[in-house]
T-cell receptor, first 115, second 113 residues
């Protein structure tokens, strides 16, 4: 079956530090990959996505590249801000068959950015 | 544009009590989902619906029932609450097809004592 593995947190960084949150996946076929962000007390928001190999998703300074050869979709940001403090979820969705609309989530990584 | 809304935001139940969580979306989405979020577990799919009048089981359906009588609403019911159902519940919706990203509601925090 499908699965997503993210690096375990919590991750604590100082403002302007470089961020990497690792995400690897197991899936049949060619899934779409997503990063969702959950700010304290809120629901999940889509941060970025990539739908095919070598695609790069980007938003708000965050980037992730769909690497089929390493089955990875690592999230990066060059300079984090205090406002980036949140829980980040990697997720995949298969694009074929009867379940091509269901998301499989990783366990989430808590990021805290200190001023 | 409200997006996805959930009612209530918080609830405390005693073991054995019943309740219904309401999810509403105003985006005319075909698909709707109920997830639960537990510490260290990520989000797990409870039930989902691909259209009005249809529902299906997700990853962790036991102890829950759902109904989708109207396209814009998706109800999650707990007939006899148990402490193991203490969690944060999220509803989501998406449009049909491969490009349909999921939009999430703000969540309902449920405690069963």
């Amino acid at each position: 079956g499908n699965s997503v593995t993210q690096m375990e947190g919590p991750v604590t960084l100082s403002e302007e530090a470089f961020l990497t949150i690792n995400c690897t996946y197991t899936a049949t076929g060619y899934p779409s990959l997503f990063w969702y962000v959950q700010y304290p007390g809120e629901g999940l928001q889509l941060l970025l996505k990539a739908t095919k190999a070598d695609d790069k998703g980007s938003n708000k300074g965050f980037e992730a590249t769909y690497r089929k050869e390493t089955t990875s979709f690592h999230l990066e940001k060059g300079s984090v801000q205090v406002s980036d403090s949140a829980v980040y979820f990697c997720a995949l969705r298969t694009n074929s068959g009867g379940s091509n609309y269901k998301l499989t989530f990783g366990k989430g990584t808590l990021l805290t950015v200190n001023p | 544009n409200a997006g996805v809304t959930q009612t209530p935001k918080f609830r405390v139940l005693k073991t054995g009590q019943s309740m219904t969580l309401l999810c509403a979306q105003d985006m005319n989405h075909e698909y709707m989902y109920w997830y639960r979020q537990d510490p260290g577990m990520g989000l797990r799919l409870i039930h989902y619906s691909v259209g009005e009048g249809t529902t299906a089981k997700g990853e962790v359906p036991d102890g829950y029932n759902v109904s989708r009588l109207k396209k814009q609403n998706f109800l999650l019911g707990l007939e006899s609450a148990a402490p193991s159902q203490t969690s944060v519940y999220f509803c989501a919706s998406s449009r049909q097809g491969r490009r349909g990203e999921q939009y999430f509601g703000p969540g309902t925090r449920l405690t069963v004592t």
